[in-house]
């Protein structure tokens, strides 16, 4: 073990560094316990500087490329200090820049006589003596252990600094134990946010639910202040579909414009890394003001590109190590893949559906329309050869009525063979195809009534948003409340507690109602939706006896506030 033939090397120096030899094994003893990486290398600075005698200890961490410091563990130094004195050292100038580059040995008896030195910044507290000592795991520079301020005026001297060298090649073992621990419980964190991933996104729920699960998963497990995930804008461009951030409305449906730099590089399936996304020129839009460090990471697989994920640190934030990227690469193809086929999966369900439209279609062209030809023909023959002018005319009204009903028929057998492409996309025809599809699985049409300029009034983000809320009340309706009748009111002229101008949604049903303890994710997804549109989402009585069932209501502004 190096640390053992480093602390057998002190053997005859002097008596009094021969006495301090217990010390050094309890601080060697105190510093390889534990193995989260941030913890041993607070516990490194604190055992050096009572190993030494020092007001204050640091350790500066290497970054890969070996230019600064990636990042800056400090002893002595209140958080309150800290706060003073701002930004961290990045370790590309003065004496710390120097150390990086020339992994040297260095001991000062005022480091502020060094020429290499360049001054302190505003708050710092006064420091002249200095022992800089490197910090090497597996025979590579991991960082430097920094000492300043010896207590009681004097120098470090020699005792001090064949301690600290003894300390530091231990603490180099226990950060490449720390560092391996780290990286493996990392790796499995990641994996097992894909398999998160992959399952929601196969457990064929709402799309935009699925996207919004990924924008989960990449900003916790990147340690990250948002996860967003942009798709291609019909204009051009990308445009943000889903976030996970302390204030998500503030960007949906923000479109980062085609020319963009940042933008091209990831539709062609390349990954943008930035270290300060506020400074950068590639940059587009006020969003990024806010932000620090950030993974940009196209969403591809079998060659083609879906989207985008990003994930941005706060400004100051932490740089992404090589590892957290390569992890994070790698979890953006997994959530590729698994959008890919979450999306074939939609598909086969969807053409399933449009399948049994079209057997209905048939069965009722065919079957029912014959049947009730062939009663009406009956019927009008029955009518002439009646002699009394009552049941003449009783017939006639039965022929008049099978009549409309044969149109309302072939009404809807135009609907169910209608494809999604053949209709205009206004909301209110979108509004009518999904309740035309949910009459499939119900048995039954739901009635509807709209109120106000919908086409008009309510934009496109607020417009996509009330579709998937709407699909996701009539399959709640279907799945579980048992209903026989549906009512569905849009209205695009009422006016939101706050006093904007708003759109609701209104899904009223005669069915069970909601069960106490039941579950209620599908509610919670509508609130959500609401609420990032600065809007709402509750549900009351439903239109049964005594108020049996239950109704939706779901509103939002007509135009949400949305800065770029």
């Known amino acids: 073990m190096a640390a053992t033939r480093a602390a057998r090397s002190l053997h005859g120096l002097s008596t009094e560094l021969t006495a301090r030899v217990p010390q050094l094994l309890e601080a060697m003893r105190s510093v390889g316990t534990g193995l989260e990486l941030h913890s041993t290398l607070d516990r490194i600075c604190e055992t050096a500087a009572e190993l030494a005698d020092a007001r204050y200890a640091a350790i500066g961490v ?88 010896k207590k009681g005026g004097g120098e470090f001297n020699d005792y001090d600094l064949h301690m600290v060298r003894v300390l530091a090649t231990e603490a180099g073992i226990a950060i490449g134990n720390a560092r391996l621990y780290e990286a493996a419980t990392q790796r499995e964190r990641w994996i097992d946010g894909s398999v998160a991933v992959t399952t929601a996104l196969l457990s064929g729920g709402d799309a935009d639910d699925a996207l919004a699960v990924v924008a989960e998963q990449a900003r916790r497990l990147a340690d990250s202040a948002a996860g967003i995930v942009l798709l291609p804008a019909e204009e051009g461009g990308m445009e943000i579909v889903a976030v996970s951030a302390e204030n998500p409305a503030t960007s949906l449906g923000v479109v980062i414009p085609a020319e963009s730099p940042v933008v091209d590089r990831l539709l062609e399936g390349e ?22 460090p950030c993974m940009m990471l196209p969403l591809q697989s079998g060659g083609r ?12 934030g932490r740089p992404f190590t090589e590892a957290e990227r390569t992890l994070a690469t790698q979890f953006a193809s997994q959530a590729a893949l698994a959008l890919m086929m979450a999306e074939a999966q939609r598909d086969r369900e969807r053409l399933a559906v449009f399948e049994d439209r079209d057997r209905i ?16 023909l009956m019927l009008e023959g029955a009518q002439r050869r009646s002699i009394v002018p009552e049941v003449r005319d009783g017939v006639g009204k039965a022929v008049d009525e099978l009549d409309v009903t044969i149109q309302e028929i072939r009404t809807a057998i135009f609907a169910l063979q209608q494809g999604p492409a053949e209709a205009p996309s206004g909301l209110r025809t979108r509004v009518l195809r999904e309740i035309n599809m949910a009459a499939v699985p119900l048995g039954f049409k739901p009635a509807h009534r709209f109120l106000g300029p919908i086409d008009a009034a309510v934009g496109e983000l607020v417009g996509k948003n009330l579709i998937a809320a709407l699909r996701e009340a009539l399959s709640n309706a279907f799945r579980h409340a048992e209903a026989t009748r549906i009512e569905v009111v849009l209205d695009s002229t009422v006016t939101l507690a706050d006093g904007r101008p708003g759109v609701r949604l209104e899904v009223a049903d005669n069915g069970v109602g909601i069960a106490e303890g039941g579950r209620r994710s599908g509610l919670r997804n509508l609130r ?19 108020g049996g069932g239950t109704t939706v209501v779901w509103e939002a502004p007509l135009q949400p506030a949305v800065q770029a």
């Not at 563990?73 to 820049?97: N, Q």
């Not at 507290?125 to 490197?134: E, I, N, R």
């Not at 959500?528 to 005594?546: H, K, M, T, V």
């Open 271 to 292: 990954p943008v890394f930035v270290d300060d996304a506020a400074a950068d020129p590639r940059m587009i839009g006020k969003l990024t003001s806010q932000y620090g």
């Open 361 to 376: 279609a048939r069965d009722l062209h065919d079957l029912v329309i014959q049947r009730l030809f062939a009663t009406g």
């Open 528 to 546: 959500r939706r609401a609420e990032s549109l600065g809007g709402s989402s509750s549900y009351g009585p439903g239109i049964g006896d005594d």
């Open 305 to 316: 590109v879906l989207g985008a994920l990003v994930t941005p640190r706060a400004r100051g």
């Open 62 to 149: 290497v970054d890969t490329e070996g230019r600064g410091l990636s990042d800056f563990v400090t002893h002595g130094i209140s958080p309150a200090d800290a706060r003073k004195i701002g930004h961290r050292p990045d370790g590309k100038r003065g004496l710390l820049g120097a150390l990086i580059s020339h992994s040297d040995t260095v001991r000062l008896a005022d480091l502020t006589k060094d020429p290499r030195s360049a001054g302190f910044p505003p708050h710092h507290p006064p420091m002249k003596t200095f022992l800089g000592v490197p910090i090497r795991v597996q025979g590579e520079i991991f960082g430097n252990l920094y000492l300043a301020e």
